[in-house]
């Protein structure tokens, strides 16, 4: 049983990353490879990629207890198939969680991308601390996607669709998202939509900003922009940031009063900003929370980053084979 391996496979729409971790939840070894086009060609990247990693980690292939896959899109999670994926043309209905089980002969399961995120965040990442067990995710990417983990558990839902916190409403008949409600977190906090929105903040008003100097060069802003102007005290480039926290802040709020939460994790691109975007919100959510008693949650930054994917799915898989084990994670795997 000691020598029992998982492996966690992330499927991106621009790489493919796995890992192979052993039964105390050390990664042993990491790849990463260009996805490419088509579910056939992917598959079989994945499968090189998957025994690649095991060669690196110099253990058996008939060491692998179970396979996690973390894909985005559209999912049956029970089927194991990806329904369809706009980052992935050409996957529709795609049996992805049993080609990859039986190439590398081990049990699989299947899931969300930014779900299997979470789960490696909390039990090997910011939520490892044995205290921890209820913990959300708001990744903060090109979208705004999500996790939650209560009790130990990642809450799946009717239609496993828990956890798109980024389609929280919190501004009253705002900007149109591209789900058809109006005024979705994703719609004032997400990367792309935080650059979207200072654009339009220039547009309208005469505010001097040194934003419009780059609006000029590079003919668009990103989040990256806003956060680094912010910085060095550009007025209009703080607003939007500042008013970027709130929302996410208020997001908090109601997650916390729906869940109660130990803790929320920031992951995603913008999660890079760190403190710059944790202070911000703590202040907001601290103004914000209601007076009947303090607040008992810790906001923080994801700790595991990139291979929060890889990490979670692994773990994923794990508790699969121990439905029932009190499994933070993959440590008490084995035992
Ligand atoms: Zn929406």
């Not at 896959?69 to 996957?91: E, F, Q």
């Not at 911000?280 to 008693?293: D, I, M, Q, S």
Request: hydrophobic share 45%.
């Amino acid at each position: 049983m000691d020598d029992e391996i998982y492996i966690g496979l992330d499927l991106g729409g621009t790489n493919i990353k796995v890992g192979v971790l052993n039964s105390s939840g050390k990664l042993l070894s990491k790849v990463s490879v260009p996805t490419q086009r088509g579910p056939e060609v992917v598959i079989a990247n994945m499968i090189s990629a998957a025994r690649k990693a095991v060669d690196h980690a110099g253990v058996d292939l008939n060491a692998i207890a179970a396979v996690g896959i973390a894909s985005p899109g559209s999912l049956d999670i029970d089927a194991g198939m990806v329904l369809h994926c706009a980052n992935l043309p050409g996957w529709d209905n795609v049996p992805l969680r049993n080609r990859i089980a039986e190439a590398l002969g081990a049990p699989a399961i299947l899931e969300n991308d930014a779900r299997a995120a979470a789960y490696g965040e909390f039990f090997a990442g910011a939520g490892r601390r044995s205290h921890v067990r209820n913990l959300i995710m708001i990744t903060l990417g090109t979208g705004v996607g999500g996790g939650i983990i209560i009790d130990g558990r990642l809450v799946h839902g009717q239609k496993n669709m828990a956890g798109e916190l980024g389609h929280s409403i919190v501004v009253p008949d705002g900007l149109l998202c591209g789900c058809g409600q109006k005024g979705c977190l994703e719609m004032y906090a997400s990367a792309s939509r935080v650059g979207q929105r200072a654009v339009q903040a220039l547009q309208d008003s005469q505010k001097p900003s040194t934003l419009r100097g780059v609006l000029k060069t590079s003919g668009e802003l990103t989040a990256r922009d806003v956060e680094e102007h912010a910085r060095h005290g550009d007025e209009l480039a703080w607003d939007i940031w500042n008013q970027t926290c709130r929302y996410l802040a208020l997001a908090c709020i109601t997650a916390v009063h729906w869940l109660d939460p130990e803790m929320i994790v920031f992951g995603g691109g913008m999660a890079a900003a760190g403190d710059f975007l944790l202070q911000p919100v703590r202040h907001h959510f601290t103004a914000n929370y209601w007076k009947l008693e303090p607040p008992e949650l810790t906001i923080r930054i994801s700790e595991l980053g990139n291979d929060a994917g890889i990490t979670g799915a692994a773990a994923l898989a794990c508790a699969l084979l121990r439905p029932y084990a009190d499994n933070k994670g993959i440590r008490n795997a084995g035992k």
